[in-house]
């Protein structure tokens, strides 16, 4: 099917509609909290406080995953890893035998393509269906609907997500009818987006070295031909990873070790040579070794220069 960017269509009612969303995190609790504003959202989260906190935005608080998905049309799954995945759905306290016949299950995170597409096989077994929806966007987005979608499920599977997809998402485009669809295009989308990243610390370490004001450069190149959303977007938190605190942590850089390992081994498996994808791999490998996994991703220039520009 070709991508496109309608809204997702959808004859089903939503008065009644009820989702479960599991992980009420810095995505989850904002993700949550738009949706209650239109449906019945169960919510869990094994921290007390972020169900405190779920619970004054009008999500119904569950005290397992398994009670908060008895019942419901859908499930928002945030995860972090593949085994994440198959743990939340099948593991020992899995919710995949909670689930009702004909509901559907939401898969946010990007884990790559073989993951979901087995866990959509397995789930199918029980009458229950995968919606493969990585998404991008931070947690403002995502409290107001702002969020870009990409999906990859079966028409019927789509129909039965549309309320959520609708309400959560201000571009969705439908790129293939089946699940994993969606993790291959987000693996392509990664792959330029972690190059990107690296690039631009690449080149603010260099103008550094050469003496150039960086701020007046970062200015200068998001304004011109060399300027992307990535540079514009991590060029000031880089310049600010050099401060005590260092950045705001809006994406993890132990984000992109998972995600450009996904994409090298999509490619690999696929023969198709990607080495500025491996490069940049590399440098956010090298980014964790140093320490930096829990910081901004933006904190990659420290690789680079160690030290703040003069």
């Not at 945030?78 to 995945?85: E, H, I, K, M, T």
């Not at 931070?138 to 969020?147: K, N, S």
């Not at 790129?175 to 994993?180: A, L, T």
């Not at 490619?267 to 964790?288: K, S």
Request: glycine share 10%; aromatic share 2%.
């Amino acid at each position: 099917m070709s991508p496109s960017t309608d809204s997702a269509s959808s004859d089903t009612a939503t008065a009644d509609y009820s989702v479960a969303v599991l992980g009420l995190g810095a995505m989850g609790l904002p993700m949550a909290t738009r949706l209650a504003s239109e449906l019945t959202v169960h919510g869990f989260d094994i921290a007390d406080p972020r169900l405190t906190l779920a619970a004054e935005a009008g999500i119904l608080p569950f005290d397992s995953a398994r009670g908060a998905v008895t019942g419901v049309d859908a499930v928002v799954l945030a995860v972090r890893n593949g085994a994440q995945l198959n743990d939340v759905l099948f593991g020992d306290d899995g919710i995949a035998g909670s689930l009702a016949e004909g509901a559907v299950v939401i898969m946010t995170s990007t884990v790559g393509i073989a993951d979901v597409t087995a866990a959509a096989a397995r789930l199918a077994t029980t009458g229950v269906q995968l919606v493969d929806a990585p998404l991008s966007g931070g947690p403002v987005r995502a409290g107001a609907g702002d969020l870009l979608i990409v999906v990859g499920a079966e028409p019927a599977a789509r129909r039965k997500a549309a309320p959520v997809l609708d309400l959560l998402a201000s571009t969705l485009s439908v790129i293939g009818d089946k699940p994993g669809d969606g993790q291959a295009f987000k693996t392509v989308n990664q792959l330029l987006c972690g190059v990107h990243i690296a690039a631009g610390a690449e080149a603010l370490a260099l103008a550094a070295a050469l003496g150039l004001d960086v701020e007046a450069t970062l200015a200068t190149l998001s304004a011109g031909a060399a300027g992307s959303f990535m540079l514009e977007n991590r060029g000031p938190r880089m310049l600010q990873a050099y401060d005590d605190d260092g950045a705001e942590v809006l994406s993890r850089l132990d984000i992109f070790v998972k995600d450009m390992g996904i994409v090298t081994s999509a490619a690999r498996a696929e023969g198709v040579a990607t080495p500025v994808a491996a490069a940049a791999e590399q440098l956010y490998l090298l980014g964790q070794a140093a320490g930096l996994a829990a910081s901004d991703d933006s904190a990659i220039i420290k690789v680079i220069a160690p030290t703040p520009p003069a």
